[in-house]
């Protein structure tokens, strides 16, 4: 950091909160990042970068006024608390502030800022040569890597003060195949909450090879049927559907305003007895991670649903306020520029008892879905469409003849209700979540499970 934000905190603090406010907060950020982008051979883009400011706020009531600099220096972020200040004219309180320093690092075994560009150029070239070794149906590749070191330090009128350090790192690989007038696109990305050690689990080669070989496999599938149908999502989908179908209708902002299916729904049976899902940014370098969140309360564990009853939605300190309880760690923003808001961290179904291979055993036909791809979901009423990007017919029992061009179209609440088997298993996915102009790193996971019955768009005459 360029300056000691321990040091001026208080000053900034009343100069922020000179003219009234229930609540203030200092947020600086560091960040350093890396990325190397190569598409059809050629290595188009190597770059790295530093971006450094601060963001200010007071809150009183609904309102929050916000604004940010990028000099890190005392008088600026003075002249910043002070212009906050002036969107406020209230009554002011009796303010102090006495501040417990609670200090938090990376634990990253090879932080990417130790590794030299030729080491990244090296495997983002792995990746793209294994993906076109995939044969003459391959036409485009892109693989794309990226890591960044952001340090934070964050204050606030509470007397909460907070430095954190984190660390993320990604590899994503896209192949795009071609077979008489047929297209098809493979995608897979691997990255979390660590450092180069990625590729200590993680292969650049294997990675490619999975998405170069699901953009071909595709090419041969057979068209989707369509119609309702019993519909196995195997935990290699990740939980793309947990996420959007359900996970946004559980962030309070939506709830409060209304915008969500799922409001006004605490401790009523929203879901089947078998469906437990969690928010949890304590799990161990996955990408939606991390100590405390960008309003520096301590990450943890929010059981969503538990045994299909609703339990909790996800708060910030905002959203929190107007019910008077507590964060539940869920503020999170893409940067200083950006005022923090409720967002998914770790979202995921918890495990169950069945064998997987079993639940395919139990379901004669339907769909079996292995790898799922994008779509849309609307908060207000829950529905949703979205596409399987690697399917196959579930045929007496067993994964069957692979088909392309299916989607899933349904409504989350009522999906809930119709999970009836959940396997053993756990199978994360990853991702940057869009909401409000702003993108932050998630995880999301399911278990294999079986959905009773769910519309299937498919392509199939």
Not at 329 to 346: A, E, L, V, W, Y
Request: net charge negative; charged share 25%.
């Amino acid at each position: 950091m360029q300056i000691n934000l321990l040091e001026i905190a208080e000053d900034v603090l009343k100069a922020a909160l000179k003219n009234g406010g229930e609540f203030a907060e200092v947020f600086v950020e560091r960040r350093f990042s890396s990325s190397v982008r190569s598409e059809d051979r050629k290595l188009e883009r190597v770059i790295s970068g530093l971006d450094c400011g601060a963001g200010i706020r007071v809150v009183i009531g609904d309102r929050t006024v916000y604004a940010y600099t990028n000099d890190l220096m005392k008088d600026p972020l003075l002249r910043i608390a002070h212009r906050v200040a002036d969107g406020i004219s209230e009554s002011r309180g009796s303010y102090s502030f006495e501040f417990e320093p609670e200090i938090h690092t990376a634990s990253a075994k090879v932080p990417p800022a130790d590794i030299g560009t030729t080491r990244k150029v090296e495997k983002v070239k792995l990746a793209e040569d294994a993906a076109w070794a995939g044969g003459d149906d391959v036409r485009q590749v892109l693989v794309v890597y990226g890591d960044s070191v952001q340090k934070v330090a964050i204050a606030n009128s509470l007397g909460r003060y907070v430095e954190d350090e984190r660390i993320q790192t990604i590899l994503a690989v896209q192949c795009v195949a071609a077979r008489d007038g047929k297209i098809q696109t493979g995608y897979e990305p691997a990255g979390g909450s660590v450092g180069f050690e990625l590729f200590d689990q993680e292969d650049p080669v294997a990675l490619a090879r999975k998405a170069a070989g699901r953009a071909i496999l595709m090419l041969g599938a057979d068209d989707a049927p369509t119609g309702t149908m019993p519909v196995v999502l195997s935990s290699e989908a990740g939980g793309t559907m947990i996420h959007e179908a359900v996970g946004h209708g559980f962030e309070a902002d939506l709830v409060q305003k209304g915008l969500s299916k799922y409001a006004g729904q605490r401790d009523k049976v929203i879901g089947s007895t078998v469906v437990t899902v969690v928010d949890d940014s304590t799990l161990e370098g996955k990408r939606g991670s991390f100590a405390v969140d960008d309003e520096g309360n301590p990450a943890q564990r929010t059981v969503l649903i538990e045994s299909g009853v609703l339990q909790d939605y996800m708060y910030d300190v905002v959203t929190a306020r107007k019910e008077n309880r507590a964060s539940t760690g869920n503020g999170r923003r893409q940067s200083f520029r950006d005022k923090p808001i409720p967002r998914m961290t770790n979202t995921l179904i918890v495990s169950g008892d069945t064998d997987p291979a079993e639940i395919l055993a139990a379901t004669p036909n339907g769909l079996y879905v292995c790898k799922m791809g994008g779509g849309q979901v609307n908060t207000v009423n829950g529905d949703f469409v979205f596409e399987v990007s690697e399917g196959y017919l579930i045929e007496d029992g067993s994964q069957g003849r692979p088909v392309r061009g299916a989607s899933l179209i349904g409504n989350g609440p009522e999906v809930l209700m119709k999970i009836d088997l959940v396997g053993n298993d756990l199978g994360f996915g990853i991702g940057t979540c869009g909401k409000d102009g702003q993108g932050v790193p998630v995880g999301d996971a399911q278990p294999t499970l079986r959905i009773s019955a769910l519309t299937v768009g498919g392509t199939s005459t």
